[in-house]
């Protein structure tokens, strides 16, 4: 799912069984954004839903940590977004995300 940061930054949000996860939409292989324009199906993730894809040159992250599997920048990973879930009357799930350096991407709830 394609997000977008208050501080306007492209970034994407996958689904994984113990929660959410989210990275900026930054390939470490050129720097440049990863997702497709096909309007079919989920803009980010490869044909079997399971990994995260740069439709650039075809690199292919696992979707818990982002790191890089195939492709041109194998070892390398994305940059992980913590998440805060908050729960409250007005909306039951408010997703909060936000950037922080050496973080693997952590999930809190409140
Ligand atoms: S820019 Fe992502 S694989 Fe090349």
């Not at 982002?66 to 977004?81: D, H, M, N, Y």
């Amino acid at each position: 799912m394609a997000l977008t940061l208050d501080d306007g930054r492209p970034a994407l949000l996958v689904m994984q069984p113990d929660g959410p996860r989210a990275f900026l939409d930054r390939c470490p292989h050129q720097g440049s954004r990863m997702l497709t324009e096909d309007e079919t199906g989920d803009p980010y993730m490869d044909a079997t839903g399971g990994l995260i894809l740069c439709h650039r040159h075809q690199a292919c992250f696992e979707p818990h940590h982002g790191t890089c599997i195939s492709g041109p920048c194998v070892g390398q990973r994305l940059t992980a977004l913590d998440v805060e879930r908050v729960h409250n009357d007005a909306s039951p799930v408010l997703l909060l995300l936000w950037e922080a350096p050496g973080s693997g991407g952590e999930l809190r709830e409140k």
